[in-house]
């Protein structure tokens, strides 16, 4: 029986977020997610998709013509075909990026994938399903992100890169929540503490400021 996955979207577009921002990528949106963060931008992909099977994800991102891909949600990783559909596109040759919410076990993934791994803030009313573990499995080809609303994220998420070290093991990311947190108030935090992560803002709602999901 083929291997099948609950998609939500697929899309080209200009990655907005991460070390990649600015380039293309074609965006693959599994649905389902095992969090309901409180300012998830993303709700639409906890329910809505349709099923396709993997030879058919294959086929649609190929039409794209662009060999950087991002599986994203909603949560992939709670699709037990996730890591198949990973591994087939890194067979491909594709530079291929899994976003994942830090809940869920990282090392089923082909670790050909970057791995950007989304750990929760005390406001995302989800950071008790954190699963540190993942952090010893990270390399430098990964990323870790901290999404922020307010100075008690910012302290919560600086207290974690310092217990687990994590800037001595990849690129961490400090974003903004859209409408909490200014950039230039997470910035002027970053640099009072002289803290080595990378100030992250979400670029592709800058380009298209209307569009509330892909295609």
């Known amino acids: 029986m083929a291997l099948t996955l609950k998609v939500n ?37 906890w329910d809505q998709g349709r099923r396709l099977c993997l030879d058919e994800i294959m086929a649609e991102v190929a039409r794209l013509h662009c060999t950087r891909v991002e599986v994203t949600g909603g949560e992939p990783l709670i699709q037990p075909a996730a890591p198949e559909l990973i591994r087939r596109l890194c067979n ?6 899994l976003e994942t919410n830090g809940s869920l076990d990282i090392s089923v993934v082909d670790p050909r994938a970057a791995r950007i791994v989304d750990f929760k ?30 100075r008690a994220d910012f302290e919560f998420a600086r207290d974690a890169i310092s217990r687990h070290r994590l800037a001595d093991k990849c690129t961490v990311i400090f974003s903004p929540v859209a409408g909490r947190l200014g950039a230039r108030e997470l910035a002027e935090w970053i640099l009072a503490e002289k803290l080595d992560v990378r100030l992250g803002v979400q670029l592709h709602k800058m380009i298209w400021p209307s569009r509330d999901r892909g295609v």
């Open 9 to 45: 979207e697929i899309f080209l577009s200009i990655q907005g977020e991460g070390t990649r921002a600015g380039l293309p990528c074609v965006l693959v949106r599994l649905a389902g997610c095992n969090l309901h963060c409180a300012w998830c931008d993303t709700r639409y992909a």
């Open 92 to 97: 491909k040759g594709c530079e291929v990026l």
């Open 121 to 150: 803030c005390p406001s995302s009313q989800e950071a008790d399903a954190n699963r540190w573990q993942n952090v010893q499995g990270l390399t430098c080809c990964d990323e870790v992100k901290f999404v922020m609303a307010d």
